[in-house]
C-alpha cells in the first residue's frame, strides 16, 4: 500500500499562534510532498511542492514566509503556519509520491485547522 | 493555460444509473489525469487515471474516456450506488520531477435510493 498520514486531525488555535501540521508517508519513501488548502466545497488548490533536503517552491500568491514548509527527510514533511488568523482556518491535506517516474499522489486524510 | 474546467458543479442520480462528470484542460503538456473522490472531512482517494496515449481505461464500475484531440475527459460510473455519494474531482498533472497536479471545481454526486 500507500499510506499517508497527517497529524493532528484537527486543531484550534487562537489567533497570533503558530501551528505546525505533520505529514508522513508510513510504508514508502516520498520523493515529493504536496501541501493543498481546501476552503468549504471548494476544490483543492496547491500550496507548495517541497523536495526532501531543499527549499519548497510555493505557488503564486502563496506566502512563504506565513506557510513554513520543512522536508527533513525522505518520510516526513511539516508545514506551520506562523501568526495564525482566523481567515486561515482551513482543511489542510497534504500528498506525497512515491520515488520512481509514476506521478500518481496518495493524499493524507487532512487537517482542519480553526483560528479563533 | 493551468485551469482544468470541470461539470456539472452537482448530480443527482437514481441507484443504478449512470453518473457522467466532464473536464476540460488547455496545457497540452498536461500527461496525467486522473480523478478522485472525496468524502466530507476526508483526504481525496484515487479512483482511477488515465495517460494520453489510450482513449478508454475501465477499472470496475469506473471508466474514463479520453478525447485528446478535443482535450476533454470525462469519468462514467456505471450502476452508481447510494455508497458513490461524494465530491469527485479530476485533475490533470504534469510528468517528470514535479508530478504537480492541477484540480477541477469538483462535482458534488448524489445517488438516490
Known amino acids: 500500500g500507500a499510506v499517508v498520514s497527517q497529524h493532528p486531525s484537527w486543531v484550534i488555535c487562537k489567533s497570533g499562534t503558530s501551528v505546525k501540521i505533520e505529514c508522513r508517508s508510513l510504508?514508502?519513501?516520498?520523493?515529493?510532498m504536496f501541501w493543498y488548502r481546501q476552503f468549504p466545497k471548494q476544490s483543492l488548490m496547491l500550496m507548495a511542492t517541497?523536495?526532501?533536503?531543499?527549499?519548497?517552491?510555493?505557488e503564486q500568491g502563496v506566502e512563504k514566509d506565513k506557510f513554513l514548509i520543512n522536508h527533513a527527510s525522505l518520510t516526513l514533511s511539516t508545514l506551520t503556519v506562523t501568526s495564525a488568523h482566523p481567515e486561515d482556518s482551513s482543511f489542510y491535506i497534504c500528498?506525497?509520491?512515491?520515488?520512481?517516474?509514476?506521478?500518481?499522489?496518495?493524499f493524507g486524510p487532512g487537517t482542519r485547522l480553526t483560528v479563533l | 493555460q493551468q485551469q482544468v474546467k470541470q461539470s456539472p458543479q452537482s448530480l443527482i442520480v437514481q441507484k443504478g444509473g449512470i453518473s457522467i462528470i466532464n473536464c476540460a484542460y488547455e496545457?497540452?503538456?498536461?500527461?496525467?489525469f486522473p480523478w478522485y473522490q472525496q468524502f466530507p472531512g476526508k483526504g481525496p482517494a484515487l479512483l482511477i487515471a488515465?495517460?494520453?496515449?489510450?482513449s478508454e481505461k475501465k477499472e470496475g464500475r469506473f471508466t474514463i474516456s479520453f478525447n485528446k484531440s478535443a482535450k476533454q475527459f470525462s469519468l462514467h460510473i456505471m450502476d452508481s450506488q447510494p455508497g458513490d455519494s461524494a465530491t469527485y474531482f479530476c485533475?490533470?498533472?504534469?510528468?517528470?520531477?514535479?508530478?504537480?497536479?492541477?484540480f477541477g471545481t469538483g462535482t458534488l454526486l448524489a445517488v438516490q435510493p
Open positions: 488515465i495517460r494520453p496515449d489510450v
Open positions: 485533475a490533470a498533472g504534469y510528468g517528470g520531477a514535479t508530478n504537480k497536479l492541477i
Open positions: 510504508d514508502f519513501q516520498a520523493t515529493t
Open positions: 500528498s506525497a509520491n512515491k520515488a520512481g517516474p509514476l506521478t500518481e499522489q496518495f
Open positions: 517541497s523536495n526532501e533536503g531543499s527549499k519548497a517552491t510555493y
Open positions: 496545457n497540452t503538456a498536461f500527461d496525467y
